[in-house]
């Protein structure tokens, strides 16, 4: 669905057509259900995370400036609403106490190329990706997750346009570093 | 390694296609002679391909019922302003009528007002003061030094 035509359903929204939103909601929802699962780690918490995130942009529609892509601003909504939740039920700590018992913690070093091309060691990497930093984590994921480019990213993290690259490239070093 | 030598940032950057067409150039053209910079490409290139795998799509649920039931119907979402207006005013004479008119000194039936005790503090008597309402649930305790009053609310 193009974004003009996903601004015609926003305005018959606010107009007070809310069978609208439900083509929206359709049309988003494994993305924006896929982004939390795998910032919050379950799916259940992904599923109430991912329905808050639609309700709350619903009632802030008349917020969204039609000339910006709403994905965007969507996505906005989902990332901050994540973050948020992540704070609140301090799972952070939580991630670092995974990594604490990562099982790459007693091997001995192999290099990236050879850890990475490892599948059996998917689960480790799985651990260490959730324990990076939240800032990291985010634009792995808006990058390789939901394929967007760095203008979308920055646009979606409110950060300048040029420190993205470095962002994703500075998260892909720790997980090297953590995978060591 | 060469000083024309790609850094991690470039290689990155190339492959999220995000280059400038001058700078993706030169580096299509470092590339072509230097094998140790397209080994940073292939590592690179094998750790985009995990990590999109781990961040693959998991099955979801169908949210629409979910949502749409949790979503305000579009009247109350279009004057929920004048709502939000019309609560607070409400609120605000409620919390009026609460703190101006039922005050200590506007004592009807049933109402006490009474000295529980009074002390000497710093060279000055204060007294500490109880109010009690047999209406509501209410009770004011406040101390009294010379002209100066001040409410606790219990």
Same mark, same amino acid.
């Given at each position: 669905?193009?974004?003009?035509?996903?601004?015609?359903?926003?305005?018959?929204?606010?107009?007070?057509n809310?069978?609208?939103?439900?083509?929206?909601?359709?049309?988003f929802?494994?993305?924006?259900?896929n982004?939390?699962?795998?910032?919050?780690?379950?799916?259940?918490?992904?599923?109430d995370?991912?329905?808050?995130?639609?309700?709350?942009?619903?009632?802030?529609?008349?917020?969204?400036?039609?000339?910006?892509?709403?994905?965007?601003w969507?996505?906005?909504?989902?990332?901050?609403?994540?973050?948020?939740?992540?704070?609140?039920?301090k799972?952070?700590?939580?991630?670092?106490?995974?990594?604490?018992?990562?099982p790459?913690?007693?091997?001995?070093?192999?290099?990236?190329?050879?850890?990475?091309?490892?599948?059996?060691?998917?689960?480790?990497?799985?651990?260490?990706?959730?324990?990076?930093?939240v800032?990291?984590?985010?634009?792995?994921?808006?990058?390789?997750?939901?394929?967007?480019?760095?203008?979308?990213?920055?646009e979606?993290?409110?950060?300048?346009?040029?420190?993205?690259?470095s962002?994703?490239?500075?998260?892909?070093?720790?997980?090297?570093?953590?995978?060591? | 390694?060469?000083v024309?030598?790609?850094?991690? #940032?470039?290689? &990155?950057?190339?492959?999220? +296609?995000?280059?400038?067409? @001058?700078?993706? !150039?030169?580096?299509?053209?470092?590339l072509?002679?230097?094998?140790?910079?397209?080994?940073?490409?292939?590592?690179?290139?094998a750790?985009?391909?995990q990590?999109?795998e #781990?961040?693959? &799509?998991?099955?979801?649920? +169908?949210l629409?019922?979910? @949502?749409?039931? !949790?979503?305000?119907?579009?009247?109350?979402?279009?004057?929920?302003?004048?709502?939000?207006?019309?609560?607070s005013?409400?609120?605000?004479?409620?919390?009026?009528?609460? #703190?101006?008119?039922?005050t200590?000194?506007?004592?009807?039936?049933?109402?006490?007002?009474?000295?529980?005790?009074?002390?000497?503090?710093?060279?000055?008597?204060?007294?500490?003061?109880?109010?009690?309402?047999?209406?509501?649930?209410?009770?004011?305790?406040?101390?009294e030094?010379?002209?100066?009053?001040k409410?606790?609310?219990?």
């Amino acid at each position: 669905m193009k974004n003009s035509q996903i601004v015609v359903l926003v305005k018959e929204c606010l107009n007070g057509n809310k069978d609208s939103y439900s083509l929206i909601i359709r049309h988003f929802q494994q993305n924006i259900y896929n982004l939390c699962f795998h910032f919050l780690g379950t799916p259940q918490d992904a599923e109430d995370a991912a329905i808050e995130v639609f309700t709350k942009a619903y009632r802030a529609l008349k917020d969204f400036n039609p000339q910006y892509a709403f994905s965007t601003w969507l996505f906005r909504i989902a990332v901050n609403h994540s973050i948020g939740i992540l704070r609140r039920q301090k799972r952070e700590r939580e991630y670092l106490m995974a990594e604490a018992a990562n099982p790459f913690s007693m091997t001995e070093w192999k290099s990236p190329d050879t850890v990475f091309f490892n599948n059996s060691q998917q689960k480790a990497l799985e651990s260490v990706l959730s324990s990076l930093p939240v800032k990291y984590r985010t634009a792995l994921m808006l990058k390789y997750q939901q394929d967007l480019s760095y203008q979308e990213i920055s646009e979606i993290m409110e950060i300048p346009v040029n420190t993205v690259g470095s962002l994703i490239l500075r998260g892909k070093k720790e997980l090297r570093e953590a995978l060591k | 390694m060469s000083v024309n030598c790609l850094d991690e #940032l470039s290689v &990155s950057m190339f492959l999220d +296609d995000e280059l400038a067409p @001058v700078e993706r !150039k030169r580096v299509e053209t470092h590339l072509e002679t230097c094998a140790l910079c397209r080994e940073l490409l292939r590592q690179q290139e094998a750790e985009n391909t995990q990590i999109k795998e #781990l961040f693959k &799509s998991t099955p979801t649920p +169908d949210l629409v019922p979910a @949502v749409m039931e !949790k979503l305000p119907t579009p009247v109350l979402l279009k004057y929920r302003w004048l709502l939000a207006t019309a609560a607070s005013i409400l609120l605000a004479g409620l919390l009026f009528i609460f #703190l101006f008119l039922i005050t200590p000194t506007n004592t009807g039936s049933g109402e006490k007002q009474v000295i529980l005790c009074s002390a000497q503090v710093d060279g000055q008597e204060v007294q500490r003061h109880i109010y009690e309402s047999t209406g509501p649930d209410i009770q004011f305790i406040w101390l009294e030094k010379k002209n100066e009053k001040k409410e606790e609310f219990k």
